[in-house]
């Protein structure tokens, strides 16, 4: 019997008015990679931020969110993190006066283990270029990317929350970050993968599709991929609408 | 006498000042005594010590490339006033930067500094004022400067609060720019709980295409006024100058003021500005909280990453 490390109980989310995650359900095992697909608008990096505590969005309208056992609804970002819980921001932040070594230490600083060089060899940056410059507006896009996958390896959470790490990523082959990935998985941690790029879709354990604000799925990776693909179809109906407008076809 | 003298140096030390110090072209003038020198050769220092203010000069001659880092070290240890006069000449193709460390630790102090300067022809001067206040001092710091950069000359200042108590500081700089001098001024301050921070740049762009930046970026972290008043007058054919403030203000019991001001008389000069006061990035707060890091040590990072 698998154990789940997060688990979210009928989620609900409602901001000004309008309801945007409808009852998430969802289970992560401990060291799987769950991949969550979905597409654009469906609420995947607003459960990101309802699971971080951020943008202001610190608990659920209703439902329960527990992390190893522990109702996380209402902490704040830093008890979560220090729970074991963090994030790879979709649109990394810019800092201006911080150097990736400076930026990676912060990361890493109750990592024993702490080795920065190789966190950066490990998402394809060169550490003599790359230690000394500044996480601002200097760094290209995927650049800043790599350094946030970089922290996110200093800092060796049990649970990551990844949100399309992979766009404006221009690694040369996928391959590259799917290293990345299993160097991860080897440090023990569980990851959530919000992505849309199917070959990391292979590497994942699971997988969950995202509709409308809700989890339509879990399955194996390749199910899900097909099951979205019939979502994609008719993207601008509502998933429940789009169900029954299918048996009516049938 | 020399172990007084050593209880002070370990307390600047303490306080933050670099070690290069005791090697470096430096003085060190600790309330109204100067305690420590170490000559330069082309720069000529001179200095008279009255029993209210030390009056200090350096003179770089002209065509010295002063090939390190000239330290000066304005201290005061304990309760009491500390007013210094100080005059810097450049001379023609001389090149210098100065840093200059001014560390205050424990008790009520006023520090006073007074700065004539001038950059004569082609020269450049490149001066950074760091100050270190310890938690525990009560401060008032008045810094003016005044000076003149001749004919393609250069004068550079970047004035920062190293640590995170500021007290009551009023600074200002006026400066006169002449044929095709570039002048470029900084002040990075951070204010907390009681803090008082009045920046003033007066910049006259004289000459024909001179140029000048007045930088500021003040932050309010507590009960603090911050107020930027950066004056300047494009008189000189094709002079450019450009005004930008960013102040970041995190309590409601902040005061914060960004004040611009362009005279211009000259149909062939340009002088801009910007100026923008906001709290601090929460997106930057939140990505540090995600790694573990509290909010007060979220906001020690990113504050430390401005002053930078
Ligand atoms: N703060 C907010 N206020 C109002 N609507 C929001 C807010 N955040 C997200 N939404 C809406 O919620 C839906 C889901 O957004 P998001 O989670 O970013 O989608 P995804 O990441 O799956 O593309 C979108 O329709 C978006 O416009
Ligand atoms: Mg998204």
New binding site residues.
């Given amino acids: 019997m698998e154990m789940p490390v997060l688990t979210l109980n009928d989620v609900r989310l409602k901001?000004?008015g309008?309801e945007?995650l409808k009852g998430v359900s969802l289970n992560v095992n401990k060291g799987e990679i769950h991949a969550i697909l979905?597409?654009?608008?469906?609420?995947?990096?607003?459960?990101?931020?309802i699971l971080m505590g951020i943008?202001?969005?610190s608990a659920p309208t209703s439902g329960e969110i527990v992390l190893n056992g522990d109702l996380i609804n209402g902490l704040s970002i830093y008890e979560r993190a220090r729970k074991g819980l963090t994030l790879a921001w979709?649109e990394p932040a810019r800092f201006e006066g911080l150097t990736v070594e400076d930026f990676l230490k912060i990361s890493g600083r109750n990592n024993p283990e702490l080795n920065i060089e190789k966190c950066l060899l490990a998402v394809g940056l060169s550490p003599d270029v790359y230690l000394s410059r500044f996480v601002d507006d200097s760094l290209s896009g995927g650049e800043r990317k790599r350094v946030e996958l970089a922290s996110i390896l200093a800092l060796k959470p049990n649970f990551v929350i990844l949100?399309?790490i992979d766009s404006g990523i221009d690694f040369t082959s996928i391959e590259d970050f799917q290293a990345v990935l299993d160097d991860m998985k080897k440090d023990g941690m569980t990851i959530l993968m919000?992505t849309h790029n199917e070959k990391l879709l292979s590497s994942a354990d699971r997988a969950s599709l995202?509709c409308n604000?809700k989890i339509v799925k879990t399955s194996d990776p390749e199910t899900i991929k097909k099951r979205f693909e019939e979502c994609k179809v008719c993207e601008v109906l509502d998933f429940e609408q789009r169900e029954s407008h299918k048996e009516e076809v049938r | 006498m020399k172990d007084v003298k050593n209880g002070i140096l370990d307390n600047l030390f303490q306080l933050g000042l670099p070690k290069e110090i005791l090697t470096n072209p430096s003085m060190i003038i600790e309330g109204h005594d100067v305690v420590r020198e170490v000559p330069y050769p082309g720069i000529v220092l001179e200095k008279k010590i009255y029993e209210d203010r030390v009056d200090v000069s350096l003179t770089v001659l002209p065509d010295v490339k002063v090939d390190k880092p000239v330290h000066f070290c304005l201290s005061k240890l304990g309760t009491g006033d500390q007013l210094v006069n100080i005059e810097v000449n450049v001379g023609e193709n001389a090149d210098i930067k100065l840093v200059s460390h001014c560390a205050f630790k424990g008790g009520k102090i006023d520090h006073r500094s007074r700065t004539k300067f001038k950059v004569a022809k082609n020269a450049s001067l490149d001066v950074t004022e760091i100050h270190y206040h310890s938690e525990d001092t009560d401060i008032v710091i008045e810094a003016y400067a005044e000076g003149v950069v001749e004919e393609s000359g250069f004068y550079k200042s970047l004035f920062k609060i190293n640590t995170a108590k500021a007290g009551k500081v009023n600074i200002k700089y006026k400066v006169d720019v002449l044929d095709y001098a570039n002048v470029d001024l900084e002040a990075k301050i951070a204010g907390k709980d009681g803090d008082e921070i009045y920046v003033n740049d007066v910049i006259y762009l004289k000459g024909k295409h001179s140029r000048a930046i007045a930088k500021s970026r003040l932050m309010a972290l507590g009960n603090t006024v911050a107020e930027f008043y950066g004056e300047t007058y494009g008189f000189g054919d094709y002079s450019r100058g450009h005004i930008d403030c960013s102040e970041v203000i995190r309590s409601n019991e902040a005061k914060l003021k960004a004040v611009p001001i362009v005279v211009v008389n000259n149909e062939t000069a340009k002088v801009t500005h910007e100026a923008a006061i906001g709290s601090l990035d929460k997106k930057q707060l939140e990505t540090l909280m995600s790694r573990g890091l509290s909010e007060d040590e979220a906001v020690e990072v990113i504050v430390q990453g401005m002053l930078r």
């Fill in positions: 901001i000004e309008k945007i979905g597409p654009n608008g469906a609420g995947k990096s607003t459960l990101a931020s943008n202001g969005l979709q949100d399309e919000i995202l604000g």
